[in-house]
């Protein structure tokens, strides 16, 4: 099984130049303002120039309104949302009809019983990605990137019947330990490749990239 990786929170063009050359699948630009990897609407047109036809951009929005999001699917062409919030199915399901693009829920996990209802999204969504749940030990939590994992056997043996991507905590060191619990086919790094929250590092982007390529 080839695995293969989204690098996530990327707002500059030197580490959206490495993701690319290192082969990420997937690039993610964040529009949720009150993260350090934020970029804005402008930044995001302006970002994504150089990447290739056969990259997904993917946006990632946490209950955003419908003026944000319609305005970053035009000015940054994004191929997919990545939705990282409390979005209902049936929101969900408006979202794809009227932007058009293939979209992603995000799941928190802590516990088993965060899975029981993921169904419900497969009937709408495109793709779903598993997250680690926002921890409850330090102030204001991120509704991702904050350098966590949650226990992968949960995972272990699951069939869903669309795709999905694998997040919270991954690391060049832990991400074969990852794939092989969970069988994900697609891995998603943010705080994983950084020297400092919102700050990408061209070398951690290639080694763990180049580590995703062996799994």
Same mark, same amino acid.
């Given at each position: 099984m080839a695995v293969t990786a989204k690098i996530c929170g990327l707002n500059e063009s030197a580490t959206i130049e490495a993701a690319v050359a290192g082969g990420a699948s997937h690039i993610g630009l964040n529009f949720y303002s009150p993260s350090p990897r934020a970029v804005t609407v402008d930044e995001a047109g302006r970002l994504i120039q150089p990447i290739p036809a056969s990259v997904c951009t993917v946006g990632v929005f946490v209950d955003a309104d419908d003026a944000l999001i319609d305005s970053a699917v035009a000015a940054a062409a994004l191929d997919m949302l990545q939705l990282h919030g409390s979005e209902t199915p049936g929101h969900v399901a408006a979202l794809k009809l009227r932007? #058009?693009? !293939? %979209?992603?829920?995000?799941?928190?996990?802590? *516990?088993?019983?965060?899975? %029981? #209802? %993921?169904? *419900?999204?497969?009937? %709408?969504?495109?793709?779903?990605?598993?997250?680690?749940?926002?921890?409850?030990? $330090?102030?204001?939590?991120?509704?991702?990137?904050?350098?966590? !994992?949650?226990d992968w056997k949960l995972?272990? #043996?699951? *069939?869903?019947? $669309?795709?999905?991507?694998?997040? #919270?905590?991954?690391?060049s060191a832990n991400v074969g330990k990852a794939v092989a619990l969970t069988g994900a086919a697609v891995v998603d790094c943010s705080s994983g490749v950084e020297d400092r929250p919102g700050s990408k590092s061209l070398s951690k982007i290639a080694k763990f990239l180049a580590v995703v390529a062996e799994l």
């Open positions: 932007t #058009g693009c !293939s %979209v992603m829920k995000a799941i928190s996990v802590a *516990q088993a019983a965060d899975l %029981v #209802g %993921v169904e *419900q999204y497969c009937e %709408v969504a495109d793709w779903l990605m598993f997250d680690a749940k926002p921890p409850t030990d $330090i102030e204001n939590p991120l509704p991702g990137g904050n350098a966590r !994992s949650f995972l272990s #043996g699951r *069939q869903w019947p $669309i795709p999905w991507m694998l997040a #919270g905590g991954l690391n």
